[in-house]
C-alpha cells in the first residue's frame, strides 16, 4: 500500500509532465498508478502548493547534479 | 572466492562478523548518561574551505564528509581523506541511501559505504529518515515518504540491514520538506520516534530542517523539538535557508515557504533550539555546521562554530530538572 | 643473452635502462621500507606544510608573504621593513623571526639566509623527521644500504664493461663513464632526499586536498583571507598566486610564475575532492 503510493509520489516529484497530468485530472491519474482507496483519498486530500514546490525544489536538484529523472537500475 | 563474486554484500557482511570485526564507528545505543564527555562543533567538510579548515583546527572539533562524493573512490583518491582524519576526528554523511523508503535499500551503497567507513574510521556515520526513489523514478534529492505503519516496517527493516552490514547503526536526520507527505496518519515526531525505537538507532537531528517543518505547517518550533525523540539525539545539524513564493493557484493566496538550502547563515532562531535542545537531555551532542555554497569569509563560519558552542553552553547552563536526574 | 657481449649504443642502451631500473626500484624500496608516520603533526601551520614541501627558504618565503599581505611588513622603497604595531600580531616563532629580520630595511631574499629565521625552522624540521615525514640520521643510514647495492649494480657493471672494452682494445668508453658518473650523482641526490615516501606522499594528498581553494585562488584578495592566503602558499607556494592580484610578491620575490594554476603533483591523482553537499534548489538534508 505505502509503496505504491510512494511510487506514485517519486513519479510526480521526478515527472513534470505526471504532476502536470496529476493536477490537471487527479482522478484520470490516480487510476493509471493502481492506488488503494485510502491512497486515492490522501492524495485527493493533498497539499497540492507544496507538492508542486517540492516537485520543483527537486527538480532544480537534478539540473543541477545532472541526473536523470528515470532510475537506470530500478 | 565464488561466493564473494555472488554475493559481495554477503562476502562482505561474513568477512566483517569472521574476523571478529570491531565496530569501525561509534553507532549504537545513545549515550543516556553524561559521561563529562564535552559536546563538540564541527563543519562539513568542502573542498573550498580546506584553508579555514586546516588552519583553525584548533576551533573545529569535527568534520563531516558526504560520503556518497567518494563511493566510486579509488585507494589514491581516499588518501587524502586519511590524512584528514588524522587531523580532526571525521564523521560520514550519506545522501542517497533512501532508508525509509518502502525498497529495499541498495546492496552496492551498503558496501560502498562499509568500505569507505573502513577506509577512513570515522567516529560515525549517518543517513535519512527519507526515500529517494521509488517504482523505478529517481527523485534525486530526500523526500518525505508517507508516515504511516507499513512504511515504519520497512524503514526498520532497511535500517537494521544497514546496521548489520555497516557493524553499527547509522545516525538518522529528520528531513525538511516542502509538503507534508499525503497519506501520513502519524505526526513527524510519532514516525521518526517509532522507527529510531523500532530499529534501536540514534537520531541526527537537523533542528533547521525541524524549524523549517515547523515554520511551514504552522506549528511551534519548540513544540515540535520536544515532541522529537531527544532521547536518542547525538548528532545535530544546523545550516539555513529562506523563503520562497508559493505559486499562484485558484482559490487560494500565496504565501511563503522556508526553503532548506544550505547557502545561508544559520539563523538566531536555530541556535535558540539548539540551546533548548541541550537543556533538554544529558547527552554530550556532536553538532555540524552545513554550508554547501556562498561562502562567506572563514571568519563568518567560524563565528557560527562559536555561536553553536555558546548555544550549547547556554543550554547546558539551564538544565531541565529532569535531565539533570537523568545524567546523575 | 649476455649483455656484456653488446657493444656500443647498444650496450648505452642497456645501461640507461638498468640504470633507469635501478633507480626506479630504489625509489620504491624507500617508499614501503620507510617507516609509515607514527602520528601525523597537525598541518594547521601554512609554515610547517611549506618547509615539508620546500624546505627552509621556502618556510621564510611564504611567512615573509604572509607577513607583508598583514601589514606588519611594509614596503620602503623596494625594500621591506617591519611595521611599528608588529610585535603582538606576530603569531608564531618564525614570523617573529622574520620580523627581526627586517628590523632594518632589507631585501625580501635577505631574510632567506637570515641566521634567525633559520633558527625557527629548526624546530619544523625535528617535528617532521620525528614523525617520519623527513628523513633524519636513521633513515639516511637505512638508505645507504640500498644506494650501496644500486652503486655496485650501476658502477660494477660499468667498470667491468670498461675492463673489458680496454682488455679487447677499444677506448670508446667516454659515454659509458659519462653515464655512470651521472648515475652516481642521482643516487647520491636520492640518497640525499629530504622527504621520506610519507612526506612526499603528504604533499601530494594536501594538494588534492586544497584543489578546490587554488583554483579559486583568483578570487582571493589581497589583504583579506588571511589563512587561506598563507595556506594556500603553504601547499602550493607563490605559483600558486595571480601577479595581478598579489603584484607584492613580485616586488618581494620576482621569479617568473603561471597566472593560470599549474597542474596537480605527478602523484595526485586530480579527481574531484569536493563535498557535494546541497547546493541549489533546496536541501532538506
Known sequence: MSALLEAFLARLYADEHALSMFLRDPEAAMDGAGLVEADRAAMRAADLVGLRMAAKSYANKRAGRGKPAKASGH | MEAAVDDPLGAFVRDRVAGGEPDRVAGGEPDRVAGGEPDRVGLGWRGDLAAGIFAHLDRIDLVELIADDYFKADAKTLRPLQLLSSQVPLTLHGVAMGLAGSEPVDDARLLAMGRLIDALKPESWSEHLAFVRSGGFEIGHLAAPPRRESNVAAAIANIERATRVIAAAPRLENIATLVEPPGSPLSEPAWTGTILDGAGAPMLLDLHNLYANARNTGQSPEALLAAMPLARVQGVHLSGGHWIDEPAMSGRTAGQRLLDDHVHDVPEDVFGLLAVLAARVPQPLEVIIERDGAYPDFDVLLGQVDAARAALARGRAHRHPATLKAAA | ?285
Open chain 3, 1 to 285: 643473452m649476455n649483455p656484456f657481449a653488446l657493444h656500443g649504443f647498444s650496450f648505452l642502451f642497456f645501461y640507461i635502462g638498468l640504470g633507469v631500473v635501478t633507480l626506479v626500484a630504489l625509489r620504491y624500496w624507500f617508499r614501503i621500507s620507510e617507516p609509515a608516520p607514527s602520528d601525523m603533526p597537525r598541518f594547521n601551520d601554512p609554515y610547517l606544510i611549506a618547509y615539508l614541501r620546500g624546505g627552509e627558504e621556502e618556510a621564510i618565503r611564504v611567512t615573509t608573504i604572509s607577513l607583508a599581505d598583514r601589514g606588519l611588513l611594509v614596503f620602503e622603497g623596494d625594500q621591506l621593513k617591519r611595521a611599528s604595531n608588529d610585535r603582538d600580531l606576530a603569531q608564531r616563532d618564525i614570523e617573529r623571526a622574520v620580523l627581526q629580520a627586517f628590523a632594518k630595511p632589507a631585501s625580501g631574499s635577505a631574510a632567506l639566509t637570515d641566521k634567525g629565521a633559520r633558527r625557527a625552522c629548526e624546530a619544523y624540521k625535528k617535528a617532521l623527521i620525528k614523525t617520519g615525514l623527513m628523513a633524519g640520521p636513521a633513515v639516511y643510514s637505512k638508505r645507504l644500504v640500498s644506494v650501496g647495492v644500486a652503486a655496485v649494480i650501476l658502477m660494477g657493471t660499468a667498470g667491468y664493461k670498461v675492463q673489458l672494452a680496454l682488455s679487447q682494445g677499444r677506448h670508446n668508453v667516454g659515454f659509458l663513464i659519462m653515464l655512470a658518473l651521472l648515475f652516481a650523482a642521482i643516487l647520491i641526490g636520492v640518497w640525499r632526499m629530504r622527504r621520506t615516501g610519507a612526506g612526499d606522499a603528504a604533499v601530494a594528498d594536501m594538494k588534492q586536498l586544497f584543489k578546490r581553494l587554488k583554483d579559486r585562488a583568483k578570487t582571493l584578495k589581497s589583504g583579506g583571507q588571511t589563512n587561506e592566503l598563507a595556506m594556500l602558499l603553504g601547499v602550493f607556494g607563490l605559483t600558486a598566486l595571480s601577479a595581478s592580484a598579489f603584484p607584492m610578491i613580485d616586488r618581494i620575490y620576482p621569479t617568473p610564475r603561471a597566472d593560470s594554476g599549474s597542474s596537480c603533483s605527478s602523484s595526485s591523482s586530480c579527481s574531484s575532492s569536493c563535498g557535494g553537499g546541497c547546493g541549489g534548489g533546496g536541501c532538506g538534508g
